[in-house]
C-alpha cells in the first residue's frame, strides 16, 4: 500500500538513483568521480546562492538581469550559460580522454556504463547546450547593435527562448545528481534508446532536454529572422548589412526549417517509450531509418547553423583587423546563402552505411562535395581582405587566422568522407571524430571567442587581457592539434568511436598524444576564466567607454561602451556598408542628435523564468514519471501564457531629458578621450577613440 | 608491441611515429589484404593528391599574406578601399567547381565500382555467409556448410565472400578495416557486403556502431586460409564441434561478452530467416 503512495509521489525515483547511494554501495573509482560531479553541481548551487545571499544580489538578479527582456542582457546570460556548459563538457572529454589513454589491454578506470554517459552528455552539451547558447547570445547581443535597433523583433519570446534552454540545460545538470543519463550518443539512435534496450531514465533525460531545447532555438531561429527582416535602421538594404547579420539571418533561416525535425524526432521516440508505439522500434513494423533521416535532416543543417555565425564573426574580424574593406562582399553574402540551400540536400552523408543503393549514395557525396566551393571562397575572400591591409595580431585575428589554417584540413578529411567508399573505412570511427571536432573547434568555439575577445569591450567597457588571451590562444590551438591529429590515424586504423576500452597496444602512443592534447585544452579553459578574473581587476585602466577601441566600421561602435540600454539616442540612418567607419573619415560620427524624444521600452517579465523553469520541472516529471508534477507543470505553462496575455502595461518610456543627459555625458567622454594609432591598441593608452589618418 | 609505456610518457610530445608508432598504420587500410580494400586505398590517394592542390594554396597564402601586409611593415602596399576584382573572382569560384566537377565524376565512378552490394568478378561462386549482429559478439553461419561460428570468421583466400547481415538486437556496424568498407546490421532488414582476402592472415573485424556495456569488446578475428586449410577447417567444425540445437542458441541472444570464438555444426538452414523474421514478433 505504502509502495503505491511513494511511487505516485516519487514516481520511479529510488535511493539508488542517487550517485552518492551507488558510491558508498559501490566504491569503485567510476562510481565515485559520479558522485563527485553530482557534489560539484550541488556545492556549486550552495555556493552560488550563498553568495547572492550575502551580497544582497537575489533581488538585483532578479529584477536587472534573469526578467530582463534586454536583447544585450539576454545575450550575455546566453554566453555565461555556454560557459558553464562549456566547462563541464571539457572536463568530461578531459575524462574521457584519460580514461581510453589508461585502459589499453585493461579495464582503466571508468567503467563502461559511465563511460557512455560521459559521451553521450559531452556531445548532447557540445551542440545544444554549449554551441546552441553561445552563438545565440552573441547575435542576441551583436546582430541588433549592427542592424540599428534597439532590440529584436519579440522581446518576451526572446527571454522565453532563453529560460527554455536555461531550463534544459538545467534538466542536464539534474541528471548528474538525479538518476543517470542516456548512453545512446548525442544523436540517441534507437532501436538502442527504445525501452526494450534503455527502459532506465537516461534516454528521457535526453529527450527532454533536447526538446525544450529545440523548442528554444526554433522560437529563436523565428526571432531572429523577423528581427533582420523588419527592425533594420533607415537606410539598412538588405546588401549594406554586415556580414555578421547576414550569416545570422542565415543561421535563423537554417533554425526555422531544420529544428522542427529534431523536435519531431525526440517527440516520436518518446511516443514509443511513453505510450507504446512502435515507429523506430524492432518490432511490429518500427523502423529505426526513418529517425535516421528525421534526425540528420536536423542533424546537417545544423552543423551550419553552428558555422555560418563565426563565418559572419570572422568577416567582421578580418576585415576590422586588416583596416580595410572586406573583400568580395557580394560573393561572401551568395556564398553564405548557398551553404544555407545546400546544407539541407546533404543529410545522407551521415549514413552512406545504411544500405541504400549506389547511386542515391552518390548523389549525396557529390552534393556533400558542393558545399567546399563556397566554403573554399569564402576562405580565399578572407585572404583577399588582409592582402593589401595593414594586419593587426590582435587575439580575435589569431583566432581568425588559426581557423582558416585548421579548417582547411578538416574540409580536406571532409571531401575524403564525401566519398562513400572511404567512407564505409572510417564511418563511426575516431577518424570521424577528429573530422568533426576539426570542423566545429575552429568553425564554431574559435569563432565565438574570437567574438567575445572582440565584442567584450563593448559589451562592458574595458579590453579583456590581451596576454592571458594570447597563452589561452596558444593552449587552444596547440591542444586542438595533439588532441585530434591522433585520432585521424587511430580512427584509420579502424579505432571505433565510443569504445571505453582498446585491446591493440599500437594504439597507446597515439592516445597518450591525444590524452595530452586533452590536457592543453582543460588549460586553455582555465586560462580563460584566468582572462576574465585579470581583465576584471585591471578593468579600470583598460576601460575603452568612448566605445570604439579597434577602428571599427558597424553601427555597434558608433556608441558608448557599454551602451546604453536603449542602444541609440535616435535611431541612426546608414548610407553604405560600413557607415560608422566611413562617419569617422567625414567627419560625421559622434555628433549631437539634434533632437531628442521619449524612448519605448519593454518592460521586465517574469514570464520567460516561470515558462522555462516550469518547463523544465515538467520534463524532471515526464523524465521520473511522477504524473502529477508533468500535468501541474504543463497546467502552469499554459496558465502563464495565458495570464500573460492579459497583461497590458508591456512598455515603459525612458524620457528625453535622461537620453539626453547620457548621452552628453558620453559625448563629453569622448571628447576627453585621445585618439590612438592602431600600433597602441592593446595598450591602457586605447580609450576607446581611434586615430582617423589624415 | 614495439612502443613500450615507460619510454613513452617522457617524449610523448614528439611524433608518436618516431618512437615505433607508425605501426598502428598496418591495422588499417593501408595494409590492405584484399581486392575491395585495395582499391579503397587506391581512392583515397587520388582524391588525397587532388586535395593537396586544394588545400595547398590556402595553407601558403594564409600566413604568408597575414605576415607580408602586418600592420609593422611599412613597405606593404595599403589599399584600404580595394575590396573587388574579376579575375580574383573567377579565380576563387572557377577552379574549385572544375576540382568539384571533377571529383564528381571520380565519386560517381568508385561509388558504383564500390557498392557493398556489388558481387566481386571472380571465376568462382561466392562463398555465402551470413552475419547476425547480437549483444555483443557477431554469429555467422555459413550456409552451405551447415556451420556456425560466433566470433571468428573464417574464410579462403582468393575467392570472393557474400556476407548478408542482420541484426538480433538494436543496429550495429560490421567492419573489417584491411578487407573493406562497414555496413549496417539491422533487425528484421538485411543488408549485404561482399569482400574478398588475398592473402593469408588474421584481420580484425569488429561492430563500430555503439551498443552498450560490451561494446569495446564485441570484436573478432576474419582468419583467412589457403583453399586447403579452409576445407579442412570447415570438416573439423562439421565433425568436431557441437550441434547449434536450440540449448546452444539461446544463451547467444542473451547480453554476453564470450572470451573464446565459439564453433557449431548442424546449423539450421532457415537459422538466418528466422531471426530476420522473428523480431517483427512481439518485443521480448
Not at chain 1, 568553425?443 to 579590453?463: E, I, V
Amino acid at each position: 500500500m505504502t509502495d503505491g503512495i511513494w511511487s505516485a509521489i516519487l514516481g520511479r525515483f529510488t535511493w539508488t538513483a542517487l550517485p552518492f547511494v551507488r558510491a558508498w554501495e559501490t566504491p569503485t573509482i567510476s562510481e565515485i568521480i559520479g558522485a563527485g560531479a553530482a557534489s560539484v553541481v550541488i556545492l556549486g548551487a550552495i555556493l552560488l546562492a550563498t553568495l547572492l545571499t550575502v551580497y544582497r544580489a537575489w533581488r538585483p538578479l532578479w529584477s536587472e538581469w534573469l526578467t530582463s527582456l534586454d536583447h544585450k542582457k539576454i545575450g550575455i546570460m546566453y554566453v555565461v550559460l555556454a560557459f558553464v556548459m562549456l566547462a563541464r563538457a571539457v572536463i568530461e572529454a578531459v575524462l574521457m580522454r584519460m580514461q581510453q589513454a589508461s585502459a589499453i589491454d585493461t579495464p582503466g578506470f571508468i567503467a563502461p556504463d559511465h563511460f557512455a554517459q560521459l559521451f553521450s552528455t559531452h556531445g548532447s552539451i557540445m551542440i545544444f547546450f554549449m554551441a546552441m547558447p553561445f552563438l545565440t547570445g552573441i547575435i542576441n547581443y551583436v546582430m541588433p547593435l549592427q542592424i540599428g535597433s534597439r532590440d529584436v523583433a519579440f522581446p518576451l519570446l526572446n527571454s522565453i527562448s532563453l529560460w527554455l534552454t536555461g531550463g534544459a540545460a538545467g534538466l542536464m545538470m539534474v541528471s548528474l545528481v538525479i538518476g543517470r543519463f542516456s548512453t545512446g550518443g548525442w544523436s540517441g539512435y534507437p532501436p538502442y534508446t527504445e525501452l526494450a534496450f534503455s527502459p532506465d531514465v537516461g534516454p528521457d533525460y535526453w529527450i527532454w532536454a533536447v526538446t525544450l531545447g529545440s523548442i528554444g532555438s526554433t522560437l529563436t531561429g523565428l526571432n531572429f529572422a523577423v528581427t533582420i527582416y523588419k527592425m533594420r535602421c533607415p537606410g539598412m538594404t538588405l546588401m549594406r548589412m554586415p556580414l555578421f547579420v547576414w550569416t545570422s539571418l542565415c543561421t535563423s533561416i537554417l533554425m526555422i526549417f531544420a529544428m522542427p525535425p529534431l523536435t519531431v524526432a525526440t517527440a516520436l521516440l518518446a511516443l514509443d517509450r511513453y505510450l507504446g508505439f512502435h515507429l523506430f522500434t524492432n518490432d511490429l513494423g518500427g523502423n529505426m531509418m526513418n529517425y535516421a533521416n528525421l534526425f540528420w535532416l536536423f542533424g546537417h543543417p545544423e552543423v551550419y547553423i553552428l558555422i555560418l555565425p563565426a563565418f559572419g564573426v570572422y568577416s567582421e574580424v578580418v576585415s576590422t583587423f586588416s583596416s580595410k574593406e572586406l573583400y568580395g562582399y557580394t560573393s561572401l553574402v551568395l556564398a553564405t546563402m548557398a551553404i544555407a540551400v545546400l546544407s539541407f540536400t546533404v543529410w545522407v552523408h551521415h549514413f552512406f552505411t545504411m544500405g541504400q543503393n549506389a547511386d542515391l549514395n552518390a548523389v549525396f557525396g557529390i552534393a556533400t562535395m558542393t558545399i567546399g566551393v563556397p566554403t573554399g571562397v569564402k576562405i580565399y575572400d578572407w585572404i583577399w581582405t588582409m592582402f593589401r591591409g595593414e594586419v593587426r595580431f590582435t587575439v580575435p585575428m589569431l583566432y581568425s587566422l588559426a581557423f582558416m589554417m585548421t579548417f582547411v584540413l578538416g574540409g580536406f578529411t571532409g571531401i575524403l568522407l564525401a566519398f562513400p567508399p572511404l567512407d564505409y573505412l572510417v564511418h563511426n570511427t575516431l577518424f570521424l571524430v577528429a573530422h568533426f571536432h576539426n570542423m566545429l573547434i575552429p568553425g564554431l568555439l574559435y569563432g565565438m571567442l574570437a567574438a567575445t575577445h572582440y565584442w567584450f569591450p563593448k559589451a562592458f567597457g574595458f579590453r579583456l587581457n590581451e596576454k592571458w588571451g594570447r597563452i589561452s590562444f596558444s593552449c587552444w590551438v596547440v591542444g586542438f592539434y595533439l588532441a585530434f591529429m591522433p585520432l585521424y590515424v587511430l580512427g584509420a586504423a579502424g579505432a571505433a568511436r565510443r569504445t571505453q576500452a582498446f585491446f591493440e597496444p599500437a594504439f597507446r602512443p597515439w592516445l597518450y598524444v591525444a590524452g595530452i592534447g586533452a590536457l592543453i585544452l582543460l588549460a586553455a579553459l582555465a586560462t580563460l576564466f584566468v582572462q576574465l578574473w585579470v581583465s576584471i581587476r585591471e578593468r579600470d585602466a583598460n576601460r575603452v567607454a568612448a566605445g570604439d577601441p579597434w577602428d571599427g566600421r558597424g553601427l555597434e561602435w558608433s556608441i558608448a561602451a557599454p551602451p546604453p540600454e536603449y542602444n541609440f539616442a535616435v535611431v541612426p540612418s546608414v548610407a553604405g556598408r560600413d557607415p560608422f567607419f566611413d562617419g569617422k573619415r567625414s567627419g560625421a560620427a559622434y555628433a549631437a542628435p539634434a533632437r531628442y524624444g521619449d524612448i519605448e521600452l519593454p518592460r521586465n517579465s517574469a514570464t520567460g523564468p516561470v515558462i522555462g523553469i516550469v518547463g523544465a520541472a515538467t520534463a524532471f516529471g515526464l523524465v521520473w514519471h511522477i504524473w502529477w508534477l508533468a500535468a501541474l507543470g504543463t497546467l502552469a505553462v499554459i496558465v502563464a501564457v495565458i495570464a500573460r496575455s492579459f497583461v497590458r502595461d508591456v512598455h515603459r518610456i525612458v524620457p528625453a531629458a535622461q537620453v539626453e543627459r547620457e548621452t552628453e555625458r558620453w559625448l563629453r567622454t569622448v571628447s576627453a578621450a585621445r585618439a590612438i594609432p592602431r600600433e597602441i591598441e592593446t595598450t591602457p593608452a586605447n580609450q576607446g577613440l581611434a586615430q582617423v589618418p589624415a | 608491441m614495439t612502443c613500450p609505456a615507460r619510454r613513452i610518457v617522457p617524449f610523448a610530445l614528439l611524433p608518436p611515429a618516431l618512437l615505433g608508432g607508425c605501426s598502428v598504420l598496418k591495422l588499417g587500410v593501408v595494409n590492405h589484404a584484399g581486392p575491395v580494400a585495395a582499391s579503397q586505398w587506391h581512392l583515397y590517394l587520388i582524391v588525397g593528391a587532388v586535395l593537396v592542390f586544394v588545400a595547398g594554396p590556402v595553407l601558403l597564402l594564409v600566413p604568408i599574406i597575414a605576415w607580408h601586409y602586418r600592420l609593422s611593415n611599412k613597405r606593404s602596399a595599403f589599399r584600404p578601399k580595394w575590396d573587388f576584382s574579376w579575375p580574383l573572382e573567377g579565380l576563387i569560384w572557377i577552379p574549385p567547381a572544375g576540382i568539384v566537377i571533377g571529383l564528381g565524376f571520380v565519386l560517381w565512378h568508385y561509388t558504383h565500382k564500390l557498392d557493398p552490394y556489388r558481387r566481386l568478378p571472380s571465376s568462382q561462386p561466392a562463398l555465402e555467409v551470413q552475419a547476425v549482429a547480437l549483444d555483443w559478439k557477431w554469429l555467422f553461419i555459413y550456409p552451405d556448410a551447415h556451420i556456425a561460428t560466433v566470433n571468428r570468421l573464417a574464410i579462403p583466400i582468393g575467392r570472393p565472400i557474400h556476407i548478408s547481415l542482420t541484426s538480433g538486437t538494436v543496429m550495429q556496424s560490421l567492419l573489417v578495416p584491411q578487407l573493406a568498407g562497414q555496413i549496417y546490421a539491422m533487425a528484421g532488414m538485411t543488408t549485404q557486403l561482399n569482400l574478398e582476402a588475398s592473402r593469408r592472415g588474421v584481420y580484425r573485424g569488429e561492430n563500430t556502431q555503439f551498443n552498450g556495456q560490451g561494446f569495446q569488446n564485441e570484436q573478432f578475428d576474419v582468419v583467412a586460409l589457403s583453399p586447403a586449410d579452409y576445407d579442412r577447417w570447415i570438416a573439423v567444425v562439421r565433425t568436431q564441434a557441437p550441434p547449434l540445437d536450440a540449448a546452444a542458441e539461446a544463451p547467444l541472444f542473451r547480453k554476453s561478452v564470450l572470451s573464446r570464438p565459439a564453433y557449431y555444426s548442424a546449423a539450421p538452414a532457415r537459422l538466418f530467416k528466422t531471426i530476420l523474421t522473428r523480431s517483427q514478433g512481439p518485443a521480448r
